[in-house]
């Protein structure tokens, strides 16, 4: 069982507030009862209508430890040339991490080396926002998908 | 001690044989002309005059015996007639260092004797052997040993080759004596520094504080000494292969002795937290020398609860430069509002090792191991150093106290070199550059603290106040597993 801090608590809760009032409604954060974890998720819409499930998986040493971001759906994610995008692992070129083992697609928010705690779940899933309209041009062009994020720069 | 120069191994034999007074077949006289003392080999045809210099006399082999261990074991010696120890035997004989002064002996160990007035008959199996002799006080002098009842004894050493000088080292007090002049002797013995991360640069740093005379040490790393660590690391060849903290432990005990030194072979994430929150309470400064972001925050995180100052020190890519963080916890910037503030300055750092590349490598994109030259490093190691002594000794009555006005920056810059592609690349060469900056000058830079970071200042009250939340109640949405809106991802 993870032993949360209040600190830590009440980080999460104005994180879950930061996104309602900062126009990411379709996203929460929750927190599952039962082993007393916290995620954050919700449905992303694209430009082009198509909406992806993003899932913030919250660590126990939030918000020092890096939070993880996984398109839930659609699964498989797939690429232009419809290999499953997961199988690439750690790519620098499509942005994403180690896939979960059920085979969902990690986006490369922050990399670790990167993360710090000011930074907020809102603009975590505006990355994602971000990553899931490079995807779309990748699709579209079969080019990689790191050529459409240079404004994602790792800075923050 | 044995040599190859004739001419040498004359003037030994001819002070040796007057030193043990037998007839030789060399004998020393007055050379009138040169007026100085010759030694005349006899049985050439023309005899040969050999200059002898006070040098000369450092051709005898010397005995080096820890007067605090000597005391230690004086009840014994005085019950016995002997006592056994063991003596490193350095450069073929030429030195005998007993082991019991420090932790890294020779290759060549030879057993040894030392007896009281010649006692210890039974003594046998030995190479060296010491005897010590009372003397009159009037005959007394500072280089003979003081036995606990206050009484004077001289030592004859001798091993089956030749006669050796003896000295009896006094550790603690000829240590401290080189240091007085700067250093008050004691003002270090109780302070503890914690040092995190035992690369080249912490390594350094941990060495420059034993000279110091900082008493106490906890030293935290994972790795152990690789054959490529060697070329920068103070640690060896010989050490290759031991875990970092025990190849320091060792470096520190040879500087200072009497330092306590606590290793801990320790990863940093937070599954090591609660260990290194621990061991951060017990410091009166952490000195953190990793070169990842992720350590450095989770230190940092610690040390500002804790209240403990933290001197967070790394170099730049290929150690073309490099940085320090001096934190003051609720004084001075975080190394939290130092990323917040200088995100890219923050990221600019070496990678020295295969491991460090890896672990920011992409699968389809390597990343280079770009270590920096030693050289390179150690101003950096030196500022760390610097700035941890001015920590130790702040507000303190010591010739150093001055340093606080000088070192009362929180951001340390340096640059070894003008660096292609960095914001320093046109710096001008140090001939032409009076009032511009330059490389190799070390440069103090201000920033603010920032009051709503998430580690030193009031990040969460900040957005409670602005939306106008209550933290005391922090429900956030409850979903039970299985019942979430989506899939989840999982994990092996």
Redesign the interface.
Known sequence: MTMWT??Q??????E???LQ?EGFTQF????????DT??A???ATSNSGRRY?L?I?I???Y????P?M?V??P?PLLMSDGRKLAS??????MHTLEP???G?V?ICHW????????IMLFKVFLKGHLWIEAYEQHLATGRNLSEFVGTMA??? | MSTNDPQQQMIRDAMQAIAQRKPGKTKLVYDKTKRTIVAVAEGSQTPRALNITADDADMFAVITISSVWLRQKWPQLLAEGSVRCHFSSWDDGDALTQCNLGPLPSASVVQAAITLAGGGASVADITLRIDLKPIKKAEATPSDFVAPDGTSYRASGSNSEQSVSTIFADVKPELATRRSGILETTILADKSVLLIGLGTGGAHVALELAKCGVGRFALVDRDRLSVGNVVRHPGGISQVGRFKVHVVRDLIFEKNPDAAVATHVLDLN?AS?EELKKLIAESSVVVCGTD???SK??VN?LCVEANVPAIYGGAFRRAFGGQVLRVRPKVSPCH?CF??AM??EA?D?EISSSSDAA???????PVAVEPGLSLDVLPIANMVAKLTLTELLKDKPTTLRTLERDYDAPWYLWLNRPEPATPYSDWPPLSESSDEMTINRWYGIYFDRNTE???CGD??SN??KN?G?N?D?????????GA?????????
């Open positions: 209040t600190e608590r009440q980080r999460v809760y104005v879950h507030e930061t009032r929460s954060v929750y927190q599952n009862k039962d082993n916290y995620y998720s919700g449905y499930g899932h998986t660590p126990s040493g918000p020092h430890a890096r993880m996984y839930t759906d699964l690439l692992g750690l790519s620098h070129y979960s083992s059920n969902m990690q990399r670790e080396a990167r993360w710090h705690s000011g790792e800075t923050a | 937070f937290k990842n972001r992720p925050l989770l995180q939290q990323v917040a995100p890219d990221s750092v672990d920011i490598a992409y699968s389809d994109l970071c998430p580690v990040f969460l957005i409670a939306y939340l933290l109640n922090f429900a956030v949405p409850q979903s039970a597993v979430t809106p989506m899939p989840v991802p999982t994990e092996d």
